[in-house]
């Protein structure tokens, strides 16, 4: 099927192609090219005349902004740009904060069919808490560029399988090493809550009741003492090791490299994200993550607004990668997914919008957030949804999510509203470093825009 999309996501002067199901290509003019392997260095810069959308505050309608050493130094109706600073004349531009994608797996899948080398997302067995994606991420992704231009600048990486599958890393989409790129490499643990029911067939996939549901909630339950016991044992590994290191003649603890890794989280010092999308998997985990002691954080949630009470209640937040989707169950309304996000504003629960993919479609971030605006969320909270709202729930608000004096310095400049699909990005810094917009995308135009 041929299809006419706009790409919204490249600098400079773009030539929209009719595609077969396979993408889209974009031409640009005028865009500077980069050196495989080099990471381009931190400057300063003064972004004059443009409109600044904090997002933590008013909107300035003729403003400035000020970037030095890789973090915004200055924000302001008049500000006072540094001796030697770059220039750029933002007149009819808008300035956001770049947006973050907290549901992906981006670096640790790059053709996910038919090159199985190249997919890195689980690893064998159930319990792998020690698996660190922050170790797996390729820097030289195809989809890290693709998606940064865009405008996403963040996302946490997360893997994926078995019940227990590692730890999520935070990310910046630029880098040479997966070092360079790491916010916090160690960001959140990531539990496959087990699942009550299947996928079911039919349109949209509708869900199923299990054929044996005695013999499904059996299976479950024991799933879930697996995961508590890992998780106890982890607890009695802390304490034991806590002991020793304040009484040396103590017996030294075998060191353990699962247990090490549960440490942290077991405590409640960082967060669990847990994998849950029906009803009664949002409810189990959440009363799992109460007995556990844990600190929670519900991804998917297609259900979340069936528990939004309880939610508030508990102040667990929601990372939603469903906005997309169609409906779950037949008797759904079509727009139950896409207005879910109001629905949970309106309760006051804690949420951001995701697109939940891999690599490939994370780009399509700020469709998803016009897709909640259109369904009833305001455009304050959706533009927040996946940039405030999303640091916020990472932890990492001091540093991301909004323009404000002291944060890095991860900005998108654009010719229109940041969640238009028309709109181009115009310029982008990721810590403070001016990066070129070019990707596998405009390589391929390049390539082949000449052929006859």
Same mark, same amino acid.
């Given at each position: 099927m041929s299809i006419i999309r706009p790409l919204r996501t490249l600098a400079g002067i773009y030539v929209v192609t009719i595609c077969c199901g396979v993408g889209v290509i974009a031409q640009q003019i005028g865009n500077p090219t980069t050196q495989q392997?080099?990471?381009?260095?931190?400057?300063?810069?003064?972004?004059?005349?443009a409109k600044i959308v904090t997002v933590s505050g008013s909107d300035i309608e003729n403003g400035s902004v000020v970037i030095r050493d890789g973090k915004i130094e200055a924000v302001g109706a008049t500000v006072n740009a540094p001796a030697g600073a770059q220039v750029i004349d933002g007149r009819g531009l808008s300035v956001y904060p770049g947006m973050i994608d907290a549901g992906t797996s981006m670096g640790l899948v790059e053709v996910p069919q038919g090159a199985n080398g190249t997919v890195d997302t689980a690893e064998v067995g159930e319990l792998n808490p020690n698996a660190k994606a922050i170790i797996a991420i390729n820097p030289y992704? +195809?989809?890290?560029?693709? !998606?940064?231009?865009?405008g996403v600048t963040n996302t946490l990486s997360a893997p994926t399988g078995g019940l227990i599958s590692g730890q999520a890393a935070f990310i910046n989409l630029l880098g040479t090493t997966p070092k360079e790129m790491a916010v916090v490499p160690y960001a959140a643990l990531v539990i496959n809550y087990p699942r009550i029911g299947g996928g079911g067939g039919g349109f949209g996939?509708?869900?199923?009741?299990? +054929?044996?549901?005695?013999? !499904?909630?059996?299976?479950?339950e024991r799933q879930l003492e697996q995961i508590r016991k890992v998780l106890?044992?982890?607890?009695?590994?802390?304490r034991a090791r806590d002991a020793y290191e304040k009484d040396k003649s103590l017996p030294r603890p075998d060191r353990s490299v699962i247990f090490e890794s549960l440490r942290p989280y077991v405590r409640g010092e960082q967060p669990v994200i847990f994998r849950a999308d029906r009803e009664v998997e949002i409810r189990g985990a959440i009363k799992f993550a109460d007995e556990m002691k844990l600190k929670p954080i519900i991804m998917g949630g297609n259900d979340a607004w069936k528990v939004a009470s309880l939610l508030k209640e508990k102040n667990i937040p929601v990372i939603l990668t469903g906005v997309f989707e169609l409906p779950g169950r037949e008797d759904d309304p079509y727009d139950v997914l896409y207005e879910q996000p109001a629905k949970l504003q309106e309760a006051g629960v804690r949420f951001c919008i995701s697109t939940g993919e891999a690599g490939p479609e994370v780009r399509n971030l700020p469709l998803y957030a016009g897709m909640a605006a259109a369904f009833g969320l305001s455009k304050a909270d959706a533009l927040k949804s996946v940039t405030l709202y999303a640091a916020q729930i990472m932890n990492v608000a001091d540093r991301l999510g909004s323009i404000e004096p002291g944060k890095m310095a991860n900005l998108v400049i654009t010719d229109g509203d940041l969640l238009e699909a028309r709109t181009h990005i115009r310029?982008?810094?990721i810590d403070g470093r001016d990066v070129p917009l070019v990707s596998r995308h405009t390589e391929l135009n390049d390539a082949f825009k000449n052929r006859k």
């Open positions: 392997g080099v990471l381009p260095p931190r400057g300063t810069f003064v972004i004059r005349n992704s +195809a989809h890290i560029a693709v !998606t940064r231009v865009d996939g509708f869900q199923q009741a299990p +054929a044996n549901l005695t013999e !499904t909630l059996a299976a479950n106890r044992d982890a607890e009695s590994y802390g310029r982008l810094f």
